[in-house]
């Protein structure tokens, strides 16, 4: 396998070179047609790379060389002088003459010449040998040595020797090359390397993967999933060619650890050097840098100078000095032309220069930008395989707690793996929305990952409307099937906000479903009437179905279900996905209003469909199968539902692994089904396992997590082991006050469980407490009619009557008959 120099491509052969070089090629190409020129023009056209470190500028140079010294070797007169990358030992013009001079006539002692003869003797070289091709790289650090009598003496040469053609670069444009007054100003033509867009980076990637005969890699960058994992770590990485090398060099690894010791080395290789520049630059300038490098996002000089407290003229200045020296870069955004042109957003132009900084701060805690490269990268699956080590542990920490990566993954179409908050679901819908008004700087105030996928997602047609539509959804999840009071309306506004700026199908779809999740179910059947597409309409009559069940609306559910079915039946016909997901539905239905048979009937025709169309192993087979072992469940048929739910077990273990999200969920169905059939200790073991994977897997606070725990709590109560329960019970009501809220069903449920169990424990005052709470909130939420209110009622007049309130729990069952009838 051929070795790839990390930092210096100078050391590497031209063929392999050629092979990595990408991108890049109209700037060779009109390098190479100035060198061809050399000594046929009255001019020659002295140029300028101007790039950040790693920027390509040594590739370039490098390949300039290889390619004129073809030129040479094939009878052209051509000779070539190649300066020290590192140019410490050119202190002086004469310096400068004599190593131009050694790199053409090697063997000769030129240190007792003066610049005359040194002048004297390289025009003599050019009239006998040919024009000279000088490549200087950091040309700035040559000219500042030079001072101003040494660089006016090298322009005179290069204006009146048309032998000559010097192309160097330079990170920056410093003085010697912007001041009006210098002898250099204006005199190059200046070619700036532009950052690599990821679609670039990815060409990169690819080139590396099959230098390093990596065929797999090479074939798996090619795919569309890894262009939107490139756009997640663009952020990390940049737009600088050497960094990508860098991150590219370390997917060859097979082994996560092994990834994770190369990417420690490569950071450790490189972060003495950003120490070591950030030490040259004065105070103001180093607080700047490491703002930029905290921040999660670009900033304005406004921003900057109100974080460091400084005064905004002297922070405007210092920007732009650390601009033109490389440090920061003006946000490159498919939103630039909207953007305030008095109001620049800067980042890092390196942003591993982060590394001067993490490097000091993680105190033996994993290095950030590892985990941010392992979460950004990875499925949490590959990193679960890897749980031992810190770095996969800590990304997987990360992922569960991390609103912002969770949300980038969906925008990228990564998948789902815990669900955003709200709040950042409505920051970033608010965001995007202005975006039509002509107003950016919120999306610009969104972390730059977030935003980089956005950017992806909209694409350079800037269509946000599909992002719209998948924040609208993923609120929709997390707000369930019942209104949660100001919550429900603000997203029920964003999507009539939606549907009026869009005017599709899509949008009107959305709308259909936040009326029917806020209860307008009337605005919601005649927002029906305008959707013509069959699909749309029998996805909205879903909809709308089951939020009429969460309502409690039973009959109306089970007539609009089954009018779905039959114009799913006949317009899609009898196998296609719709038809079995609206006979599911219409199966739930009749669950809910006791029509067990026919449910299990429709559940059991649906696990046949399933298995002849899609086969026993599809993920859709299983939920069906687990669908129709809950209604067996159901009827009492509970051996039935064992046998299908330990099939099940098996099937998600084999299919998914035993670590993966559905398999924890199966392995919970399981243990219900045995607590329901006496086998409590089995259910236990089960549910105690379940427990310690949701915590170690999703975290403590996931959703899961809190229902395992619950259910756990359960089965200790079956067994009479009340205290551990009620310490389960308190704990989850606890987490979910806090995560979900103090009104979210799911809190309610809780609270009368623990309501219950404080009850059979004989703990009846605070029973009592928390079933009067519940009651009140559930009025609230869901009206006095609800099913579970009026179950909330009936358990409160049990209590009653247990303490001999005999009076009070007579009036609230009367009001529950009341209520019933």
């Excluded at 700035?140 to 090298?154: F, K, M, S, V, Y």
């Excluded at 099939?647 to 243990?671: C, E, F, K, M």
């Excluded at 407490?769 to 009026?790: I, K, M």
């Amino acid at each position: 396998m051929t070795s790839i120099s990390r930092f210096t491509p100078s050391t590497m052969p031209s063929e392999l070179l050629e092979r990595l070089f990408v991108v890049r090629q109209p700037v060779l190409e009109a390098l190479m047609e100035r060198v061809d020129e050399l000594g046929t023009t009255p001019s020659p056209h002295h140029t300028l790379l101007v790039g950040p470190r790693g920027a390509g500028k040594t590739h370039l140079i490098s390949l300039v060389y290889h390619r004129s010294r073809a030129l040479a070797e094939a009878d052209r007169n051509l000779q070539l002088a190649w300066l020290p990358e590192d140019p410490w030992t050119i202190v002086s013009y004469r310096h400068l003459l004599a190593a131009i001079l050694e790199d053409i006539e090697p063997g000769e002692d030129l240190r007792a010449l003066g610049h005359d003869e040194l002048e004297t003797r390289l025009r003599m070289s050019i009239q006998q040998r040919g024009p000279v091709v000088v490549l200087a790289e950091n040309l700035d650090q040559i000219l500042a040595n030079l001072e101003e009598i040494g660089q006016q003496r090298l322009r005179h040469v290069l204006q009146t020797d048309r032998g000559v053609l010097l192309i160097g670069s330079t990170t920056r444009l410093d003085r010697n090359l912007s001041d009006e007054t210098s002898p250099f100003f204006g005199f190059f033509d200046t070619i700036r390397l532009t950052p690599f867009t990821p679609e670039q980076a990815r060409d990169m990637l690819v080139a590396l993967a099959r230098v390093s005969e990596d065929e797999v890699l090479a074939e798996r960058l090619t795919e569309e999933t890894s262009l939107a994992r490139i756009h997640t770590v663009t952020h990390l990485a940049g737009g600088q060619p050497r960094l990508w090398a860098l991150l590219g060099s370390a997917l060859t690894i097979d082994q996560l650890h092994e990834l994770v010791d190369l990417l420690l080395s490569r950071f450790d290789d490189l972060t003495p050097y950003y120490q070591e520049q950030l030490a040259r630059l004065s105070p103001q300038q180093r607080l700047i840098v490491a703002e930029l490098a905290a921040a999660d996002r670009p900033l304005p000089v406004k921003d900057v100078a109100e974080r460091i407290q400084g005064d905004q003229r002297s922070v405007a200045k210092a920007v732009n000095d650390l601009t033109d020296r490389g440090w920061l870069a003006p946000t490159s955004t498919i939103f630039a032309d909207l953007l305030d042109r008095r109001r620049t957003y800067y980042e890092l132009a390196e942003p591993l220069a982060r590394l001067a900084f993490q490097i000091k701060e993680s105190r033996g805690e994993p290095l950030r930008l590892v985990v941010e490269f392992l979460k950004s990268w990875f499925e949490p699956d590959e990193l679960l395989k890897s749980q031992g080590d810190q770095y996969c542990q800590a990304a997987l920490i990360a992922l569960e707690h991390d609103d912002v990566a969770g949300l980038t993954r969906r925008l990228t179409s990564l998948g789902d793996w815990r669900v955003p908050s709200l709040r950042l679901l409505g920051q970033v819908e608010d965001a995007v929305a202005a975006v039509s008004t002509g107003d950016v700087d919120p999306v610009m105030a969104l972390p730059s990952a977030l935003r980089q996928a956005i950017e992806h997602r909209a694409g350079p047609a800037r269509d946000l409307v599909p992002i719209r539509l998948t924040l609208l959804d993923c609120a929709l999840k997390e707000v369930g099937e019942v209104p949660r009071d100001t919550i429900s309306r603000e997203w029920l506004a964003r999507a009539e906000r939606l549907d009026e700026e869009a005017g599709t199908p899509a949008s009107r779809l959305m709308l259909v479903r936040w009326l029917a999740a806020s209860w307008c179910l009337d605005d919601a059947q005649a927002a029906l009437t305008t959707i013509s597409s069959p699909e749309d309409r029998s996805s909205a009559m879903n909809v709308i179905a089951r939020a009429m069940l969460a309502a409690g609306r039973l009959n109306e559910a089970i007539d609009l279900y089954e009018q779905t079915l039959t114009d799913t039946q006949r317009i899609l016909g009898p196998n296609h996905p719709d038809t079995l997901t609206t006979r599911s539905n219409l199966a739930y239905a009749y669950q809910d209003v006791g029509r067990l048979d026919e449910a299990t009937d429709l559940l059991e025709q649906n696990l046949t469909d399933h298995q002849r169309i899609l086969g026993p192993s599809h993920p859709d087979t299983l939920v069906a199968r687990s669908n129709l072992a809950y209604a067996y469940h159901d009827i009492g048929r509970l051996d039935e539902a064992t046998d299908l739910y330990e099939q099940n077990l098996t099937d998600h273990q084999r299919i998914l692994g035993p670590s993966h999200p559905d398999t924890l969920t199966t392995r919970n169905n399981l243990a219900t089904a045995y607590r329901s059939t006496g086998r409590l200790n089995e259910a236990i073991d089960l549910y105690e396992q379940n427990l310690t994977d949701h915590q170690r897997i999703l975290g403590a606070d996931h959703p899961n997590t809190l229902t395992t725990r619950n259910n756990l709590a359960t089965a200790y109560q079956d067994v009479g082991r009340f205290q551990e329960a009620i310490d389960l019970y308190e704990q989850t009501l606890t987490d979910r006050e806090r995560i979900l809220g103090p009104n979210h069903p799911d809190t309610l449920t809780t609270r009368a469980n623990l309501a219950y169990t404080y009850r059979t424990a004989g703990r009846l005052d605070e029973a009592i407490d928390l079933y009067e709470q519940t009651l009140t909130d559930t009025q609230h939420l869901l009206g006095p009619n609800h099913p579970r209110t009026l179950a909330t009622r009936h358990n409160l007049a049990t209590a009653y009557q247990d303490v001999g309130r005999f009076q009070e729990a007579a009036r609230l069952e009367e009001g529950d008959l009341d209520q019933a009838g």
